[in-house]
Each structure stands twice: as structure tokens, then as C-alpha cells.
């Protein structure tokens, strides 16, 4: 077997350390995550009030006026779309590839990839206002007669994101399977009941393991796509329109490269404190958190590119319209939005060309907080600078936010962490199978030891 790339898990642990050390974290949380989850819990509730009132008073209460119908919702549905898009890459299309380097951090990215796409399911829901009829949304034969249309990207969305929930999942769990086994060895009593029925009788055997990595390979053959095609679609929602600033050819690739930007700076945010606190910092190293930091850096650089070739292709179509909402985007009332974009994606991701920058984990979080800052306020531009500034001045107003729209979006962000918490808890978040096939085989020494 080839050396090991520095980083990795050392090579005096042995296949049962890393079993004893992954269980480990599934043992009595700590006063730290509790607080993390407690949290997650306020900040769901604050939503969960928020969603109630909306029901009760309807959307008036939202940032709703003439022009834009479009608001924070869509700008949060478009976000937390991008951010599945780190773990379907880092599983599937890494795993094709036979990236050593995923090994530790895919499993946290899978997880964050299905909680993500929950938790976009929820606003085409909050977004319609009358939220009892949700249902009108799925393409359905009905009796009453209304066919969806489906030249509509909005249809497209509906299956892109079903399609994505349902890979994502699939994949999840099977790549679960192997270390449910593991921890289900490992522990007594009802959780020793539980494990066993979600280990799906798995007991190691050959034929078992044969079965299983063809299965994982033709998945992950089959999830890689996705990577591509879901955002795209989400990117025609608004492509397809001849709204000025969003009828452009760049938005699919623009928007794939955005989303997985998006997606890897929400795992560094969450796996760094993640380690910390799970105490497994000699699985998840600098080595992994270097790769990760080369990922970010690439795809900032083509989201840099992107910005550039959309302002200078406004200015070079001649288009009034084109040019008139980028010049606003940059010098109009949401200016400071529209910098704040430019400044967090293209600028700050920059500093990761520095390896001292990629291996400071602090620098590295600090770095992550602005990628996710600046992906949100991306989508925020999007959405108010073309739709405050359409074809007739005088109709032309900007988005005035309300605190039902604050709400819903803290009440997002406590809904995924809850579920993400409660998952690190739960599960193995470090997939045990695959860290112990980094491991190499004890040698025979000298003396027949």
C-alpha cells in the first residue's frame, strides 16, 4: 500500500481505535452541545411563531409590495438549495475519483446535504401564503382540472428537489448501513435494539461487503449528476425570464459554482466546532481541512470570474436596461448589499491561496462565516436589484424586509442545526468503514511478530 498523505489518521491506530474512538462520540453529550442545541431549538421557535402569525394574518405581514413578489423566502429557498450541493460532490463525485482525502468529512457533508434540501422544501410552502393548499404545488392528475404547466421552471424545481431529497437520502443511509453495524456491536441495552433493526441484519460478511460496493459506486455514479443539474434548474427559474440582470447564459454553470462554494463554507462552519466537540481531531486534520480550503478556493475564483463577465457583458451588450440595473446593483440604494456580495466571494476567498491561511482553522471559520454571509446577500441582489428595477422607471421601488421575513429565516437556520445536531448524536459522523481501509495492514516484522 502507498504512503499515506500527511494528515491522515496515523498509522499506529488500529482498526479497533478507530471504532472505540467514533463510538465514543455518540456517548453523553457534552454542556457544549447542549448549549449549541438549545440554541437551535430558540432559533427554530422564533420561526415557528413567525410561520404561526403568517397563517393567521397571511403575507401581508412579509416584505411584499409592488414590484418584487419575490423576497427573502426565494432568496433563502436559492440558498439552502447551493448548500446540499458540498455533499453530493464531496461523496459522490470524490468518491468516483477515489479522493482519499473525503473519507473523514463526507458523512457530516451528507447529512448537511439532506437537512439542507428539508429545509428549501419549506419555503415554495411558506412562500404560496395559503399554506393549507401546499399540495397545488405537485404536478398531479386532479379533479380539478389544472394541469401544471410544464414549460415552467417552477414544475422543474418541484422535481429536481424531490429527486435530490430522495438520492441524497438513499445515499446516506446505505453508506450508514456499515457503521450502524459497527456501533451496534459496541453498545448495550435499547440502543443495542435499535442499531440492530436499522443495521438492516448486516453481520460483514463477504458476500455482504461485494453486494454493497458495487451498490454505493452505481449510487454515487447515479447522484453525480446532480451536482450539476439541480442548481441549473434553480438558476432557469430565473434565466428563462427576460427580467434585466437574470436572461443570461451564465446563471447555470454561475449557480453550480455558487452553490458548491456556498455548500463547502457551511461544512468548514460546521464541522471545525464540530471536531472540537466530538473530540476527533486526530481524524478530521489540516490535511482535510487543506483540501477543503483548495475546493473553496476554486470555486470562489470561478464565482469571481462569473461577477466580472456579468457586469462586463451588461456593459458590452448596450443593453440600457442590463447596464442601468448592474449600476445599480453596485452604486443604488442596495449598494452596500451588492458589495457586501463582491466583497465576501470573490475577495475574502482569495486569502486561501496562503497554505498558513488554509491550515488555521480560526482563519478558516472566520473565512466560512463571510462565504456564508455573501452567498445569502448574493441571492438577496439576484432577486431585489432585478425586480425593484424592471423596464418601467416609474414602477421601480426597492425591497423593504419585515420582521416575518427576519423571522423565517432565523427560525431556517435553528431548523437545520437542530436536525444536524441531532444526527452528530445519533450516528457515526466519521464513516468508521472507510477510515479503517486508510489504515494499512499490520506488517509482519522480523522474529514472526
Known amino acids: 500500500m502507498p504512503a499515506m498523505p500527511h494528515g491522515m489518521p496515523h498509522q499506529d491506530m488500529s482498526h479497533a481505535d478507530v471504532t472505540r474512538d467514533v463510538v465514543k462520540t455518540l456517548e453523553t453529550p457534552s454542556r457544549g452541545y447542549y448549549m449549541a442545541l438549545f440554541g437551535a431549538i430558540a432559533m427554530f421557535l422564533i420561526g415557528a411563531v413567525t410561520f404561526v402569525a403568517l397563517l393567521k394574518e397571511g403575507l401581508g405581514l412579509a416584505g411584499y409590495q409592488p414590484p418584487i413578489f419575490w423576497s427573502v423566502y426565494i432568496t433563502t429557498f436559492v440558498f439552502w438549495v447551493g448548500i446540499g450541493h458540498a455533499g453530493t460532490l464531496i461523496s459522490a463525485i470524490l468518491f468516483l475519483f477515489r479522493s482519499p482525502w473525503r473519507t473523514?468529512?463526507?458523512?457530516?457533508?451528507?447529512?448537511?446535504?439532506?437537512?439542507?434540501?428539508?429545509?428549501?422544501?419549506?419555503?415554495?410552502?411558506?412562500?404560496i401564503g395559503r399554506q393549507w393548499i401546499f399540495y397545488w404545488l405537485l404536478p398531479y392528475p386532479n379533479q380539478r382540472f389544472l394541469w401544471p404547466n410544464f414549460k415552467s421552471p417552477l414544475v422543474w424545481d418541484v422535481f429536481a428537489i424531490s429527486t435530490y431529497f430522495t438520492v441524497s437520502a438513499t445515499f446516506l443511509v446505505v453508506g450508514l448501513i456499515p457503521d450502524i453495524a459497527a456501533v451496534r456491536d459496541k453498545v448495550t441495552g435499547w440502543r443495542k435494539k435499535v442499531y440492530s433493526s436499522l443495521s438492516l441484519g448486516r453481520t460483514g460478511a463477504d458476500s455482504q461487503w461485494r453486494h454493497y460496493v458495487k451498490g454505493y459506486g452505481f449510487m454515487a455514479a447515479l447522484a453525480a449528476p446532480l451536482v450539476l443539474s439541480v442548481h441549473s434548474v434553480v438558476?432557469?427559474?430565473?434565466?428563462?425570464?427576460?427580467?434585466?440582470?437574470?436572461?443570461?447564459?451564465?446563471?447555470?454553470?454561475?449557480?453550480?459554482?455558487?452553490?458548491?462554494?456556498?455548500?463547502?463554507?457551511?461544512?468548514?462552519?460546521?464541522?471545525?466546532?464540530?471536531?472540537?466537540?466530538?473530540?476527533?481531531?486526530?481524524?478530521?486534520?489540516?490535511?482535510?481541512?487543506?483540501?477543503?480550503?483548495?475546493?473553496?478556493?476554486?470555486?470562489?475564483?470561478?464565482?469571481?470570474?462569473?461577477?466580472?463577465?456579468?457586469?462586463?457583458?451588461?456593459?458590452?451588450?448596450?443593453?440600457?436596461?442590463?447596464?442601468?440595473?448592474?449600476?445599480?446593483?453596485?452604486?443604488?440604494?442596495?449598494?452596500?448589499?451588492?458589495?457586501?456580495?463582491?466583497?465576501?466571494?470573490?475577495?475574502?476567498?482569495?486569502?486561501?491561496?496562503?497554505?498558513?491561511?488554509?491550515?488555521?482553522?480560526?482563519?478558516?471559520?472566520?473565512?466560512?462565516?463571510?462565504?456564508?454571509?455573501?452567498?445569502?446577500?448574493?441571492?438577496?441582489?439576484?432577486?431585489?436589484?432585478?425586480?425593484?428595477?424592471?423596464?418601467?422607471?416609474?414602477?421601480?421601488?426597492?425591497?423593504?424586509?419585515?420582521?416575518?421575513?427576519?423571522?423565517?429565516?432565523?427560525?431556517?437556520?435553528?431548523?437545520?442545526?437542530?436536525?444536524?445536531?441531532?444526527?452528530?448524536?445519533?450516528?457515526?459522523?466519521?464513516?468508521?468503514?472507510?477510515?479503517?481501509?486508510?489504515?494499512?495492514?499490520?506488517?509482519?516484522?522480523?522474529?514472526?511478530?
Open 235 to 449: 438558476s432557469w427559474d430565473f434565466a428563462v425570464s427576460v427580467i434585466p440582470g437574470w436572461h443570461g447564459t451564465i446563471f447555470a454553470p454561475y449557480f453550480v459554482a455558487g452553490a458548491i462554494y456556498s455548500g463547502i463554507g457551511m461544512v468548514l462552519t460546521l464541522v471545525i466546532p464540530l471536531r472540537k466537540v466530538l473530540k476527533i481531531e486526530h481524524m478530521i486534520t489540516d490535511y482535510h481541512f487543506d483540501n477543503l480550503a483548495k475546493l473553496t478556493l476554486l470555486t470562489g475564483t470561478i464565482l469571481f470570474y462569473a461577477y466580472a463577465m456579468e457586469y462586463f457583458i451588461a456593459w458590452y451588450s448596450g443593453n440600457t436596461f442590463e447596464q442601468t440595473t448592474f449600476w445599480l446593483r453596485a452604486f443604488g440604494p442596495l449598494w452596500w448589499s451588492g458589495w457586501t456580495m463582491i466583497i465576501c466571494n470573490a475577495f475574502v476567498s482569495q486569502l486561501l491561496w496562503f497554505k498558513k491561511i488554509r491550515q488555521n482553522l480560526t482563519a478558516l471559520f472566520v473565512i466560512s462565516i463571510f462565504i456564508n454571509i455573501g452567498m445569502w446577500f448574493e441571492r438577496y441582489v439576484i432577486i431585489s436589484s432585478s425586480l425593484a428595477n424592471d423596464f418601467i422607471p416609474f414602477a421601480w421601488d426597492r425591497m423593504n424586509p419585515t420582521w416575518a421575513d427576519w423571522g423565517i429565516l432565523i427560525g431556517s437556520f435553528g431548523w437545520f442545526g437542530m436536525y444536524f445536531l441531532l444526527f452528530a448524536k445519533t450516528f457515526p459522523v466519521v464513516a468508521i468503514q472507510e477510515i479503517k481501509e486508510m489504515i494499512p495492514m499490520p506488517r509482519r516484522k522480523k522474529g514472526g511478530h
Open 104 to 127: 473523514a468529512v463526507y458523512r457530516s457533508t451528507e447529512a448537511m446535504t439532506v437537512f439542507a434540501v428539508m429545509t428549501a422544501a419549506l419555503f415554495p410552502i411558506i412562500h
